[in-house]
């Protein structure tokens, strides 16, 4: 064509560009791919980025650096970590609001119902969208074919293009080769990638080894708490199964327990089935265990508190502590320990505690029984979070620890009684600790007693002394008795009371109530306290009568001395009259009354009448008075 000098059409000799725009040339004439186009001028030259050094480049950076994040001399350690914390506390608060929004957007629309007419709507909006994407995709599909295309195309009958045929050509371009700056990023991205991959493969297996560290370490210490468990008396029985497992109330968990997994009882072989069922703990071996080194089935932890009140406002309560070991395990068994055997206790004690008369009253959890005069005793459960602290000062009671002891022993006796079959029911436990009670407060009463006629005797300025033993078994021996006795504790004691060096008034003494006076000629039993003050007082009477016939007869050897022992007086006869000593005393008071007869003629006529009354020491003595009494009557020597 271009021989016959004819020009293509002008639609023809349309041309499309595909290379990228020269780049700039160095000196030799290569080009230069680090300088960046930024424009074409209107005389097709293009327009190139400035270059800057690197000190221009460097002080640029610096700037806009300073511009952004301000003056280095304000930045710090705590502004940049302060300044994270609240782009984080930002990042949250814009978390938390696109949540709220989100999760209003999901109610809107879940409120938002669609109708029928809305529906078929939004069909036929869905419908038109496609045929369109389908017409536009065949478009698309017809003009990559005619680019790839070396043959003409036979025209279409369905789909003509708005190009003239033969308007548009292709040109075959190479891509140029990468410059060395961009191999050198490229690698280095290929390698910062694969060291990322390594480090994160690295991390993978540490956290396996530690993973794999902590369950050999765990089992270790698992079989070197179940030996030191096991070395320290504690019952040890495998979970597995569905022997002990269900014997001991495990239930499904003993199905699913492995051979290795193991419970440690603590409850009393003795006791019975249904306090020991829920008595065991296990060592947590899951890592999201609790902090405890055992775990125990949810219970109630309750402790026995006795506590004593008097009426004078005095208060004494027995030590309830927590067990303080060195080995935590070996702690938690025993206080779990005593806390069943504690509940246990209470709860035979608040059944025997229904038949007694002296409880005044009983609930689920305390029991108040009336101990003697003025006195209360409480038996209490009290959770173990109330405990008191070690620090904070109580008045703690040996007689209310003893107590505490002592129901401890005696429900130790009725698993003995239980086991030997030789009851029906096992012995009391409350009604020894009443009577050991009552005991106590009898020997006060009786100590305080005898300290009281003692004391009017040596008002008096009678010798007078008095000893008293509330218990003559040694300890050991109580404690036996505690534990072989049946019925009630039989505890005795002894006491007596010295007037001068020449009378005594023995007592022997027996729980709960029990008195009896040793006198020469019999044995005379004491029901109550009157009854005692009446016998001592005939005691004392009968002790005076012979200490002022002793001390009287031989200063006045002229008269004549006698005992009446039917009008219990002192009668001492001369050639002018008599003059008679009467002493009286209930135990808590004494007086000794004279009265003198003098002789006139042949009648006798009765003369004066003197009372002396012992009322505080230092005063004149006795015996001192008789003698001025005797003197005032002429008594002869």
Partial sequence: MASDGLQPPAAKRIKVSLEPPQLQTDADGKPRPDYVLLDVSPSNEPVYEPVEDADTQFETKLHRIWAERGDFSLVSVEGLLKEEEEKAEEKEEEEGKEEAEEKEEGREEEEKKMTPEELFELKQNVLGTLHAARNEFAVGLDLVNLLLSSTARAPSAEVQLPLPRGSITCTAISKPAPSAAVRARDLQLVLGAKEASLRAAADVFARAAERTEKVVERGVNYWRDALELREKNWNIVPAAGVGAGRALGLGAAAERATAKDFVVTYGLDEAPFERTRSAFAWIPTSSSASTQPLATPPRRSRRLRVSLSYESGERGENAVRELEDPDGKNAVLRNAQLEAFEEELFAELLNEAKHLPAVQSSFEEEIVVDAGPGAQLTLSLIETPDLPSPSSPLPLSPLCTLIHQSLHLLLLRSYRFRASRRALRHPPMLQPVLELLQYRAFAARLRATLEETARVLRRA??????????????????????????????????????????????????SPTRLVMLLPYAMQPVSDVPQLHALVGLEIESALLELLHSKLAPPFAGMTWVIDQLERRLVGRSKDGLIHFTPKSDGRSLSVSCEVVQREGKGEVKGRRSVYEAKEEGALGLLDWARERVEEFGGEA
């Fill in 461 to 510: 300025s009678v010798g007078a002394r008095w000893g008293m033993r509330d218990v003559l078994e040694s300890g050991r021996e109580v404690v036996q008795a505690l534990a072989k006795s049946e019925g009630s504790l039989q505890l005795g004691g002894s006491a007596y009371l010295a007037i001068t060096d020449a009378h005594s008034v023995r007592l022997s003494i027996a």
